[in-house]
């Protein structure tokens, strides 16, 4: 099970999409007694998968510049506003429609890896925890 969710969590953080919040959620509520192991399964797939897009992207900067230089307007605004605030944008990498997109544009924009990895790591971790914060509160479940 913990498998599954690290690999869930991990494909969703790339372009394809899954939803790894309700697999965590419908995991979390039929083993509350592993709740900590399957928010470190969820959080750290999709921290790695985010990792992977930045780093791929970094290699392939220059094949994909040639390829989106009719961008769509979304990236575009990504870009420019990574340009403007940096790393710290990596911090929201879990909202939909621009989240994906963000460890691509840093990776494409060559920002530091340090900082990078740091704010993924801030975001994907927070969501989580917001996630599971909000499952214990309210589900009445706890460890």
Known sequence: ML???FFVGFVSATLWPLASEAVF???VQQQPERIWLLYFAVALGNWLGA???FELAIHAAPWLAKRL???TARLHRVLVALKRHGAVLLGLAWLPMVGDLLPVAAGMLGLPRRA???WLLLGKVARYGVLLWLTVRYAGLGS
């Open 69 to 71: 230089q009719r961008s």
């Open 3 to 5: 498998l599954t969710l």
């Open 25 to 27: 959620l419908v995991m």
């Open 116 to 118: 990078c990895y740091a």
């Open 51 to 53: 990792v992977l897009m």
